[in-house]
């Protein structure tokens, strides 16, 4: 008993900083200019955070190496931008095919749910012959899936529809929550909060699954496979069940990112892009949310912001820092992964949870010993 | 119909060795680290780089290229040092994570010395030249890449099958664990692989940047990645597979891009129906299809999990 | 006469050329314990494998409580190489259930080299093997609106835990506990599934006497708690002996001899295949 | 290691960016333009028309005071995931106003960052309409695709006879994807026919396509792609040895362009903005600047050939000045509002914006020929829409 009580105690400090957070965020919204470069951090980290929490539940907690996040997200992306842009302006957006096939809008957030549901549609019939591959060759099968996803959505035979390999915009974007008064001026900035809320609902979702009878059967699965099934677990059910729930958030997070681009485009969902967000769950520990979450963070800092000044020459007194110039942030950039990879293994947080940072010291030594 | 579908082929086939040369390298690494090293196809982007700079600087042409094919070796080399061997014990994710890791700094590290500008590649004589064959044009290096593939494949396997490296590299892919208690020296034979797999990268990186002339630091991945299929559509570990499997990705990859004109000539279609946008797409496609059909490639052998 | 729970007929099962189980055919009836012994290689973790339909048999049937779990003849490309006996009775129709529709059925095994799930502590090992009775969906679990399942399936899990000793355990890490006790949760998880049958693949594999002798009176002890049948693979043969209440001979995948302990003990076929050795 | 390696990376992400600060004021002017990726060559160019007249002009008196005029730059990468992030850096930098892009699909994708944080922006070669379409910040200097589209389409139908168009373009770029279907539109207006095709980013092969063409019996090739893939084109159609024309828009104006097509015996014909010797001043100005400055010379692609999109960049630099000067201050809302009358008289023509969609008014284009024996254009006409 007293164990759990310990549990209790590290959760409720887990709650308290969660809590911090969002409100630290939504006063420094308030009080920070509006074109601060934390925002657009802010607002990028909490989309990866939601994509790379839903890979973690892939490769992370079912053990289904699965490089198919990119296509997921542009059906997310696609679903929700081609569901909410407003009908009068729907001519100028499908200037080609005159005014495109749909001709009504759908508020926000069921348009986030439906895109979260059409990712899934599709992960449901991508994972039917998919899934009963194994480790790599799973791997780049849905690699491949998600370049003819790509191909599909960029066949201008469905323009009516996608826009063919057009631009979608004018859609719904973090900016509108904003609240205004009359003259149109701001008054209550939520833009940045608004992410965090989506992200935050649907992480909270995942993280609940993986508490649940069905996230320890996930874990069984990627533990071993044999017993697993030994222990009465159909595999493939199970797997399907994960696939399509991390397709349904990672279409939810396609559908943040448009919104947090405002303009969507087919092209931009390429491999690289599943790459980036790899990187990202193993920076923050593969079979770690909240790692996941910090390393969203630091990745979106690191890339955007922090590391610009290396693109630029700069002067120290009169001396002229070396190497810098355009590149040079990303080449940066790579090393510090190259050495995570390479150095720290673990990630951030190895498998460890938020609410672990709170227990005693003793009990997380002996957790690493184990 | 024939000479509506010959240039297409003809291009397929010059394609298709280009791939099969990338392919090579992807398969034998596999075949002995079980490893997708995601980088190789940077390795072969990088190739064509150094071929650019070196040539810019007013060297030789056969030092540059000899200078060249050493040079793509040793960044082979080095790459599996640096980034593959301390993983040698750890989780295969999580050297995979590394190559891809790899290709990332690869790719930054061109395009900060690039500036991002696309190079052009120098012409080679002779390679460079065009010819005409039935009475189609081409470049002289479509019709060298496929022969020049063969003849370095056959090479290869002599190389596999009849000297002592070889036969340690057998030995490794058959067995790991096995073949380093029997005191093969697995860091030599894993360096040699990825030695050999760079020079037949940067082999393909002549032939296909002579092709198309201008190197960026994103001109890799998608030979890269479509070679990788080639090898797992072959069966990944099996170097005839990857060969077999670049040609016919090449040759589908091409015949796709002119389907509608095809088909529109043979009269099956009357308008065109922007077939060409899925010619990337179809690669994936063969690759899902033959992993469902017969999930260890054309020449793939069967592994079955012990319980 | 009771009832007869696993009826294994004429199974053979062959992966490519070699023949690794050889026209096996044997019965289990309700409440027994039966032991299959025979030298290494002999075939018998493939014949557990086989009615865990973890493989499927070249040839034969398996059927459980009268219900078949796998039915099987060579195909046409299989009728050339295969060695076993010449098929006949089984080209009717195939059946095979996957490994996990078999444990639903009531066929609950442990592992020779043992698979516990190493990500997870001892009481998530087990409770993961009550999922398949569950009653909620993956919305019910997931909001968590099945807590009276939760803790039903936590208290049922702490009382397996109980019977086994591993209690006070519960919070390690699975893979962190002794190898004997690393056993005994294989068996208090696939307990955990409400198994009718039990499979015990060298459950005294790598325990000292004193343990093996603890075994047996455990493993008399569960049979009667939880109204098992069990079926055991086991090298040593003082276990054996003991708690069996048949034997089945095999060697080089044939079955060689069948009967009580005493009967196997005298049987000059099995002394030959040990080679004189009784105790391995 | 592990540890020193922590430090190391610590110490890394905490370097502080130094900067130094001037006496005179500084008016910041964003420059959106993309210096990697397929557009890399061409936004680079743009940028050295801006960078020289930087160096021309680098202050201006705003109201009373003078200030020194600082280009802020942003890579947007050529595509259009990246642009928003660059877009919002140049905002957190405070830009008063953005120049750029090179490329109508960054545009688009950047254009929501500056209408939420206000500032204005002025499309220098970006010729999608749906830029400046529904917006009030987005103003541009040059023509748009439709008019572009349709003088090349007349060019090809009556001037050079084809019957047949094979229209190419890169799969989701805005501004290849718009000009072809704007070529397609006026061609098939005029009674010819046209095939059009999309290829993926990052191919390299072109022959099939090439070999399509000729399939088709296509008169012209009309490839409205980025200087990367154009080379690709050229280089591969002269090996193909084929008989119709080739043809690309103010993309294509480029040296690369030159070099691929030296020695050949293609017929390349592209439409643009300005044609070199337009303002001797201008050119002779710039050839000197790039000839002693060794980047800006790599960057022009080698040597001293003045593209269109350099002299574009320079009136762009010049009418955000002179908006600067009507506005009477830095701020970006009064920059906006100034732009709506700013008129300007460029290298490349008379600017001035319409009063609705803020586009430059423009009506003609320039039609120019590689000539492959001295590698250089030729001039060949000055179109208008009829």
Redesign the interface.
Known sequence: MKTKKKINTSMLWAALVIALVYVGVFIAEQTLPATSMLFTVLKKGATYALVAVSMNLL?GFTGL?SLGQAGFMLIGAYAYAIFTIPVADRVNVYQYYNGGLIQFAMPVVPALIVAGLVAAAFAFLIGL??L??????L???T???A??I???F????LGALTNGSNILREFPTFNDFNIRNAEGEVTVYLSTLVPFVIAGVCIALIVMLINSTFGRSLRAIKDDE?AAEAMGINLFHHKQLSFCISSFFAGIGGAMLAMYQSTIQAKAFT??MT?EI??IV?IGG?GSVTGSCISSFLFVACSEWWLRFLDQKQMIGDFEVPLL????R??V???I??IV??FF?QGIMGTKELPDLFKRKKKARQEVKA | MFN?VF??LL?GIS?GGQYALIAIGYTMVYGIL?L?NFAHGDVFMVAGIVMVYLNASGMPLVLSVLLTLLITMAIGFAVER??YK??RS?P???V???A??????LQ??V??IT????Q?YPKIPFVSD?ITIFG????MVTVITPILTVILVVALVMLINHTKIGMAMRAVSKDFETSQLMGIKINSVISTTFIIGSFLAAVGSML?FT????V?Q??G???G?KA??AA?FGGIGSIPGAVVGAFIIGICE?II??L??IL??AGITKQ???L??????F???L??VI??VK?TGLFGEKV??K? | MSQNVLKIEHVTMQ?GGVVAVHDLSMEINEGEIVALIGPNGAGK?TAF?CVTS?YEPTNGRISFLGKTIAQNSPNKKMRKIYGGTMPDAFTDHQVRLSPDQVTKLGIART?QNIRLFGGMTVLENVMTAMHLRRKSNVFTATLHLNMAEEKAMKKKALDLLETVGLLDLQDEMATSLPYGKQRLLEIARALATDPKLLLLDEPAAGMNPQETDELSAFIKRIKDQFGLTIFVIEHHMNLVMEISDRIYVVDFGKLIAEGTPAEIQENPAVIAAYLGGEDE | MKKFLAVLMVLCLMAPAFALADDMPVVKIGVFEP????S??GG?QEMLGMQYANKVAPTVVIGDTEYKVELVYA?N?SATDKAPSAAAELVNQKVSVVLGSYGSGVSIAGSPIFADAGIPAIGVTCTNPQVTLGNTHYFRICFLDPFQGTVLANYAYKEMGAQVAYCLAE?GNDYDVGLAHYFQQAFEGLGGMV??????T????F???I??AT??GAGVFFAPCS??YS??II??AA???VNFALMGGDTWDSN?VL??AANSNLNILVSTFYQEGGNAEFDAGIKAWLNEDAEAM??NGGNDVIAAVSAMGYDAYFVALEALKAAGSTDSKAVNEALWNVTFDGVSGAIAFDAETGDAIRDTAYIKKVNTATGAWDFVAVQGVN
């Open positions: 490769n190496f012959p998919v009963r591959l194994k480790s790599d060759y791997a780049i099968a690699l491949g899936f370049e003819i790509r191909a599909i960029q066949w201008n035979k044999v491999s690289a790459y790899l990187l193993v593969i110039r355009n590149g040079f990303l080449v950039f790579s090393i992964i190259m990879v390479l293994r | 509506t240039p297409y291009t394609v079980r997708i640096v980034a301390p993983l750890a295969r994710m999580s995979m994570i590394s891809i890791g790899v290709s990332y700094t930054n590290l395009l900060y500036g991002g500008l696309n052009f065009s189609v044009n081409t470049k296909y092709n198309y002339n201008t960026i994103t001109s991945s998608m030979p990645l990788f299929v797992v091409n891009k002119g509608d004109i529109f000539k065109n129906l922007g060409a946008t899925f010619s990337d797409a690669t994936f496609a690759l899902i992993l469902i999930p079955t999990d319980v | 992966f973790t494998n973890v592992f | 210096a990697s990726g397929d890399g060559a680079k890579d990468g799969l095939i059009s095709e999309t290829f993926p990052g191919t390299s092969d022959t099939s396509y070999n399509n399939g088709y200087i990367a080379t690709l280089d591969q090996d193909l040895g690369k070099e691929a790599t960057n």
